[in-house]
């Protein structure tokens, strides 16, 4: 049972340049999140989804987008990479329930130069 | 939009000492999730407290959740070097969209606990 699986680990892009990052869950969980963390100021919501085939917008949408065609995965894209982007990118899941916890990856590091 | 905030943001304690950290909300918590981050990996769910004045143990973690459900704590007993790492806690944002509800899970800034052997 691998919970949540992030790919790639490391990834380094040049401004403008796109790239995808791809999240797996095989919990089947229907909630599934894409969140950033900077230094000191913790975790920020990105994009979430409530179940395949829908996205919602979090904190800070601008400049990523996201796709839930399978109930298993979550895309995270960046089509123009920015150096503000770069960040370590946490995808979670969980299930239909509030107050559930969340299950993580271990993160994509990502640097933009 | 609801603020939590952890202090402090950073301790360095050595083996053996106890301590303490804080998680305090702008607005009454739903349900309040303590997690903690090792290195290199994403954080872990340590506990959740709903009910005011709850008190949950966890080996030798403390958590305490305020009577109002603005404010709680973590206590660590005797603290030892498997104990660093980021300790985060995180509510519930209930936010109603065409009728369902979607929870939406705020993290504090966290506290970067690390304990010298």
């Known amino acids: 049972n691998a919970g949540v699986t992030q790919t790639p680990k490391f990834r380094v892009l040049k401004t403008g340049q796109s790239m995808t990052l791809l999240c797996a869950q095989d919990m089947n969980h229907e909630y599934m999140y894409w969140y950033r963390q900077d230094p000191g100021m913790g975790l920020r919501l990105i994009h979430y989804?409530?179940?395949?085939?829908?996205?919602a917008k979090g904190e800070v949408p601008d400049g990523y987008n996201v796709s839930r065609l399978k109930k298993q995965n979550f895309l995270l894209g960046l089509e123009s990479a920015a150096p503000s982007q770069t960040s370590v990118y946490f995808c979670?899941?969980?299930?239909?329930?509030?107050?559930?916890?969340?299950?993580f990856g271990n993160g994509t590091r990502l640097t933009v130069t | 939009t609801q603020l939590l905030e952890q202090s402090p943001q950073f301790l360095s304690i050595q083996e053996g000492e106890n301590l303490t950290v804080y998680c305090n909300s702008s607005?009454?918590?739903?349900?309040l999730q303590w997690y903690r981050q090792e290195p290199g990996e994403g954080p872990v769910l340590l506990v959740t407290v709903v009910t005011g004045g709850e008190v949950k143990k966890l080996k030798r973690l403390t958590f305490q959740f305020g009577d109002a459900r603005k404010d709680s704590s973590l206590h660590i007993t005797a603290a030892q070097p498997g104990d660093t790492g980021l300790y985060l806690c995180a509510d519930y944002i209930a936010d109603n969209a065409g009728g369902t509800s979607y929870g939406k899970l705020t993290f504090g800034q966290g506290t970067i606990l690390t304990v010298h052997p």
């Open positions: 989804s409530v179940g395949e085939g829908t996205t």
């Open positions: 979670a899941s969980s299930y239909l329930r509030g107050g559930s916890p969340l299950h």
């Open positions: 607005s009454v918590f739903s349900s």
